[in-house]
C-alpha cells in the first residue's frame, strides 16, 4: 500500500526556519517524482515545487523559487520541504504528493500525504 | 507559468443537479489536465487524468472533457458527498499550475 505520512504540525516565530519530512512507503521511492503543495486559510492549491529522489533533480514554481528548498534522502524514503525567514504569510497546510507515472512530471498527483500546519506567530 | 481560469468560483446546487466546472488554460496543454476533489481536513483526491480518463474508484457520475486550452469537469447527478472544492490542474509543463477552485456547496 502507498502511503505518504507527514511530520507533525509545526510552531514558529517569524524570522525562524522549519523542515517538513513526508517519508514515503509501498513503492520505489527513487522512481518517483513528489511534489510539494501549499493551502493557505481559505485559499486555493498552491503547486511549490518537486523532486525526483532518483538523482534529486529539483524544478520550483517561480513564485517559491529561492524561498523554499526540496530535498530528498533515499535512505530512509524521505523528502523534506525547508522553509527559509518564515512569515505570516507562511501559514498554511502544506502537502507532498506523488506524481503516478513513474519518471514522469506529464502525471497526476495520485497520493498525498496528511499535510502538516504551519502555524508563525511571535 | 500556464496560468488556469476556473468558472464559476462558486456555486450552490441541490442534490441530484447536474454541475459543470469550466478550466481554461492560458496556452495548449493537449489533455494534460488533471482534476481533484477537496474537502475540509482532508486531503485532495484524484478525480480525473488526462482531461477524459476516470481515476479507480471515483464514481462513474463524474465526466471530464476538453482538450486544447478548455476542459470541463461534469458531475451527472449531485450526491450529498460531493459538496467540496473542484481543483483543475495542468501536468504538461513545471510549474503544473492548479485553478483557484469551485466551491460546491448545497443551495
Known amino acids: 500500500e502507498v502511503q505518504l505520512v507527514q511530520s507533525e504540525a509545526e510552531v514558529r516565530k517569524p524570522g525562524e526556519c522549519l523542515k517538513i519530512?513526508?517519508?514515503?512507503?509501498?513503492?520505489?521511492?527513487?522512481?518517483?517524482?513528489i511534489g510539494w503543495v501549499r493551502q493557505m486559510p481559505g485559499k486555493g492549491l498552491e503547486w511549490m515545487g518537486i523532486i525526483y529522489p532518483g538523482d534529486s533533480d529539483t524544478r520550483y514554481s517561480p513564485s517559491f523559487q529561492g524561498l523554499v528548498s526540496i530535498s530528498a534522502d533515499k535512505s530512509i524514503n524521505t523528502t523534506y520541504l525547508g522553509l527559509n525567514n518564515l512569515k505570516a504569510s507562511d501559514i498554511g497546510i502544506y502537502y507532498c504528493?506523488?506524481?503516478?507515472?513513474?519518471?514522469?512530471?506529464?502525471?497526476?498527483?495520485?497520493?498525498w500525504g496528511q499535510g502538516t500546519l504551519v502555524t508563525v506567530s511571535s | 507559468d500556464i496560468q488556469m481560469t476556473q468558472s464559476p468560483s462558486s456555486l450552490s446546487a441541490s442534490v441530484g443537479d447536474r454541475v459543470t466546472i469550466t478550466c481554461r488554460t492560458s496556452q495548449t496543454i493537449d489533455t494534460y489536465l488533471n482534476w481533484y476533489q477537496h474537502k475540509p481536513g482532508r486531503t485532495p483526491n484524484l478525480l480525473i487524468y488526462?482531461?477524459?480518463s476516470l481515476q479507480s474508484g471515483v464514481p462513474s457520475r463524474f465526466t471530464g472533457s476538453g482538450s486544447g486550452t478548455d476542459f470541463t469537469l461534469t458531475i451527472s447527478s449531485l450526491q450529498p458527498e460531493d459538496f467540496a472544492t473542484y481543483y483543475c490542474q495542468q501536468s504538461y509543463t513545471a510549474p503544473n499550475t492548479f485553478g483557484q477552485g469551485t466551491k460546491v456547496d448545497i443551495k
Open positions: 519530512s513526508c517519508q514515503v512507503s509501498g513503492y520505489s521511492f527513487t522512481n518517483y517524482w
Open positions: 504528493a506523488r506524481h503516478s507515472i513513474g519518471g514522469s512530471i506529464a502525471s497526476p498527483f495520485d497520493y
Open positions: 488526462r482531461a477524459s
